[in-house]
């Protein structure tokens, strides 16, 4: 079993759509939750970063973390063409300076106009 | 968001010859530094883990003599592809870790070994 499981996809959504993007895990030492968006051939970007459980936003995007259940989420509203790429989820047990992230294997998600 | 540079975005090299990738943290000091290949379709595979002023840390499997990786200064890293052959072509991203978490990615680079 991997540490992280990420349906691959891909996921298709019409423009305007809420898109509900999930990662489950198995190593309850992790603390720390990314999500990246990467465009083709292009370097992950950094999306969101929560620490322990909770609820974050930013503009259209939501990241949810449930520790108790393993499962990070994250919600893009008002979805844009924009935002087709893939997502990866990540995690580590340490801040990034310490912590060695093990990723998903990436959502990808395309959004029709 | 840090700012993380990756140079450069694209080189194509011949078999046998070395090619260095510098990855550099703009506006912020990364005390670690890590290195990824990513093969097409696939997630991240972390190569190594480089700390300022110290020997990077390899990931099993990752042969340390064919990549050298050097983290001289707080803002630097580099990661050379010795004796390249054609099953190293691959898109090799680093990224850089500061004090407050999280970790940013430089824009990785497509290296091609003809």
């Known amino acids: 079993q991997k540490e992280v499981e990420q349906d691959p996809g891909p996921l298709s959504v019409p423009e305007g759509a809420i898109v509900s993007l999930n990662c489950t895990y198995s190593?309850?030492?992790?603390?720390?939750f990314m999500w990246y968006r990467q465009y083709s051939r292009k370097g992950p970007e950094l999306l969101m970063y929560?620490?322990?459980?909770g609820n974050k936003e930013d503009g259209r995007f939501t990241a949810q973390v449930d520790k108790s259940s393993k499962y990070i989420s994250l919600f893009i509203r008002d979805s844009q063409p924009s935002d087709s790429a893939t997502y990866l989820c990540?995690?580590?047990?340490?801040?990034?300076?310490?912590?060695?992230?093990?990723f998903g294997q990436g959502t990808t998600l395309q959004v029709k106009p | 968001g840090a700012v993380v540079s990756q140079h450069p975005s694209r080189v194509i090299c011949k078999s046998g010859t070395s090619v260095k990738i510098e990855c550099r943290s703009l506006?912020?000091?990364?005390?670690?530094m890590f290195w990824y290949r990513q093969f097409p379709k696939q997630s991240l595979m972390l190569m190594a883990t480089?700390?300022?002023?110290?020997?990077?840390?390899?990931e099993q499997g990752v042969e340390k003599d064919k990549f050298l990786i050097n983290h001289a200064s707080l803002t630097l890293s580099t990661l050379t592809v010795t004796s390249a052959h054609p099953e190293d072509s691959s898109f090799y991203i680093c990224?850089?870790?500061?004090?407050?978490?999280?970790?940013?990615f430089g824009q990785g680079t497509r290296l091609t070994v003809v």
């Open positions: 990224s850089a870790a500061g004090h407050n978490g999280g970790a940013f």
């Open positions: 190593n309850s030492a992790f603390q720390y």
């Open positions: 929560t620490y322990s459980s």
């Open positions: 990540a995690m580590s047990s340490g801040p990034g300076n310490t912590g060695k992230l093990i």
């Open positions: 506006d912020f000091q990364a005390t670690t």
């Open positions: 480089s700390n300022e002023g110290s020997k990077a840390t390899y």
